[in-house]
Each structure stands twice: as C-alpha cells, then as structure tokens.
C-alpha cells in the first residue's frame, strides 16, 4: 500500500489523473464527473466529486483503486 498519500483538491487529483492517461468521459449528476482509463483491454469509468473542498487520502487511494493503478504507478504519480 503506498504511503503518504495526500489530501487533494479536485482539480489537483483531475491533473495528476490526466498526466496517468485518464480522459474526461461526461458530466454526472450533480457535482460529478466521469473520467475513464483503458487498462488492457478494458475501461474504467471512475466518478470523482468535485464539489468537494479537499478529498481525503482513503478517497484519493480508492479513485486510484478504482482505475486499477497499481502500488509503484500511484508512488510515481504522487512524487
């Protein structure tokens, strides 16, 4: 499990998210939006809320969780 993982803002997750490969896929509902990532040969369509202040670490890890970026691929983005 990586560690020091920071509380992010919305859009400073979205940038690190883009520079990994992520896309912004459309609007949800509400304050979020859908960003997707190919991984193999399937996409993950991840919403992420942006009308929150600042997200957590357990939030931030689980986004990157959920777009299946492995231990050493969050440490590097995270640097």
């Known amino acids: ?17 883009e ?7 459309r609007e949800g509902k509400g304050d979020h939006r859908l960003y997707t990532r190919l991984v193999g040969d399937k996409t993950r369509i ?6 929150a202040r600042e997200m ?3 939030y931030v890890l689980r986004i990157f969780r959920q777009f299946g970026f492995t231990d050493e691929e969050i440490e590097n983005l995270l640097q």
């Open 19 to 25: 520079n990994a490969g992520c896309t912004f896929y």
């Open 56 to 58: 957590s670490p357990a």
């Open 46 to 51: 991840v919403p992420i809320d942006m009308g």
């Open 1 to 17: 499990m990586p560690k020091n993982i920071p509380s992010l803002k919305p859009k400073q997750l979205i940038r690190l998210l």
